[in-house]
């Protein structure tokens, strides 16, 4: 193995931006149809919780560290969010315009893209899809102000826990992450089609198909097919 070399050009990685939001809200067979545009969305700050060590002792030495469960969490801030959004932020309609507050909250998934640049590329360099299940809103604080010689536009912000899905051969998880610089693009694309859903007049070759949040064992079959 050759020396360490540190900050070569092109190996000068960060992240920035939020963009592409989508919500899908999650139907009664546990499935996420019809994907929404979260436009206006702000950022997503994501906050794991435990995989706390507890240590066990015997024979006078810390024998092992047992590991309590991760969990995955989040705070969304937003200028808006979607329609349908409401029955997660636990409103009701009860006719056009009038809703109903501090009813049963739905539980929705989530999609978004941050950028990956380098030294080089800048922020073209690629980006990463960020896929969230089970997510749950907890009621936030909404702080409406006077306008003044100053006016800033009011944001919403949501606290969101998860509840992991089922994946065969890993734990449980709430959260996929997959990064366009190391995958194929054909996989990407068809990961894509079926998050962003497809427009037939793009393409005729391809009928029209909505939006949907597939589930970890259908996203590991788009990204294991052959490109």
């Known amino acids: 193995m050759a020396k360490i070399e540190w900050d070569l050009i092109g190996q000068r990685f960060y992240e920035t931006g939020l963009d592409r939001g989508v919500l899908y809200v999650r139907d009664d067979e546990g499935e996420y149809p019809l994907g929404e545009a979260w436009n206006g ?18 024979d006078n030495i810390k024998y092992l560290n047992l590991i309590s469960r991760e969990e995955f969490g989040a705070t969304i801030e937003a200028f808006t969010y979607p329609d349908s959004f409401a029955a997660c932020d ?6 056009t ?29 690629g980006y990463k899809i960020h896929l ?3 997510a749950l809103a907890t009621p936030s604080e909404k702080g409406y102000n006077t306008v003044n010689e100053t006016p800033e ?23 996929l992450v997959i990064e366009t610089t190391a995958t194929n693009e054909d ?3 068809a990961l894509e089609e079926a998050l962003y859903g497809v427009t037939a007049s793009v393409d005729p070759l391809i009928a029209d198909a909505d939006p949907y949040l597939p589930l970890p064992a ?4 788009i990204m294991a097919a052959d490109g």
């Not at 969305?41 to 015997?58: H, I, K, R, T």
């Not at 080089?120 to 360099?125: N, V």
């Not at 998860?162 to 959260?175: D, L």
């Open 41 to 58: 969305l702000v950022s997503v700050s994501e906050n794991p919780s435990g995989a706390d060590p507890n240590p066990q002792y015997a």
């Open 153 to 175: 536009a009011m944001t919403f912000s949501w606290e969101i826990t998860t509840t992991p899905v089922e994946v065969a051969g890993f734990k449980p998880t709430a959260m």
């Open 218 to 221: 259908e996203v590991i079959q």
């Open 97 to 125: 315009g009038v809703m109903f507050g501090q009813q049963s909250r739905k539980i929705f998934g989530l999609s978004y893209r941050t950028k990956v640049g380098n030294d080089s590329t800048g922020e073209d360099y």
């Open 132 to 134: 969230v299940y089970g």
């Open 90 to 95: 636990g409103s009701k309609e009860m006719k």
């Open 187 to 189: 996989q990407i694309a």
